[in-house]
């Protein structure tokens, strides 16, 4: 057998429906809770609990934290073989501070996940990814193989600025083309480059985003006010956001809209279900602290 068809049966062999890529860490917080996160692995997560079977490929250390995700990852019954071990670095590490009640983020670096090296994945039905993990050249040729070898899947972006990491070079490339663009109102002023942009009145921004990217879907998020669809897919809006029975904090309220997105993309939902569900979702996360929880319970919705 030649070598190129060697190749293409290692690549057919490692095609998974769902494949999420990025970054998996560890979120400090200021009273010295270290808990598991990373917006890949948070949605990662979440699609299991909702009964997917994503792979997630990034990359820890060889630590004690690394070691602590992987338990916790075969625990949850996630798929562990995307997962790379870099012993050369350390498991990503987040110190998340809050302003006003809004997380604000310390981003350490190098970490393991800014070296994922190519393993000949690809993805069938939906890739998902964002910004972050392509900060660094090695990740960033990593995802790029990726998305080649995904030419028939469904491309979910979530934007997930994060300075300085949030390069307008990177992020202008990569938001071209995308089937979905998941991004805040505060990103989507960013993007525009306005100073204003309501949420009541954002359709034709997002109309002009829209048609200067060639992007189909976009999922806009705006904490309270609830979020939008706003595409090919449909439209749909979920405003206000469903009350909160308590708040604990909103890391990961993101990140469970996106997981709950791609899931009912996966089945056929409608936007105005997808949107209605995600806003529920997103409410009970806010009850928690941190982004993902261990009981199977919790991720069970309409």
Request: glycine share 12%.
């Amino acid at each position: 057998m030649k070598r190129a068809e060697n190749a293409v049966l290692i690549d057919a062999a490692r095609t998974v429906p769902v494949l999420v890529f990025g970054e998996v860490l560890v979120d400090a917080f200021p009273d010295g809770r270290r808990v598991l996160g990373g917006a890949p692995f948070n949605v990662a997560w979440g699609l299991k609990g909702f009964g997917q079977d994503p792979l997630l490929v990034g990359a820890v250390g060889a630590d004690a934290d690394g070691r602590r995700i992987r338990d916790q990852m075969a625990a949850w019954g996630l798929r562990r073989d995307g997962l790379q071990t870099d012993p050369a670095q350390a498991t990503g590490e987040v110190r998340v501070d809050f302003r006003a009640g809004e997380p604000r983020y310390d981003i350490c670096r190098p970490r393991a996940w800014d070296f994922i090296r190519d393993e000949g994945f690809g993805a069938a039905r939906v890739l998902c990814h964002g910004l972050l993990a392509l900060r660094g050249e090695t990740s960033r040729k990593t995802f790029a193989a990726i998305r080649e070898r995904s030419a028939g899947a469904i491309r979910f972006f979530d934007v997930n600025l994060r300075p300085p990491y949030d390069s307008p070079d990177l992020l202008r490339t990569w938001m071209q083309g995308a089937d979905w663009l998941k991004l805040n109102l505060d990103e989507l002023k960013t993007v525009l480059g306005e100073k204003t942009v309501s949420f009541a009145g954002c359709e034709a921004h997002l109309d002009r985003l829209r048609a200067a990217y060639g992007v189909r879907n976009v999922l806009l998020t705006a904490g309270a006010e609830g979020l939008r669809i706003h595409g090919e897919y449909g439209h749909a809006v979920c405003s206000p956001a469903p009350p909160l029975a308590r708040l604990a904090d909103t890391v990961g309220a993101g990140d469970s809209i996106s997981a709950v997105a791609i899931d009912g993309i996966l089945r056929g939902r409608s936007a105005p279900d997808i949107a209605a569900a995600a806003g529920r979702f997103a409410s009970k996360i806010c009850g928690l602290h941190g982004a993902v929880t261990e009981e199977k319970e919790f991720y069970r919705h309409e």
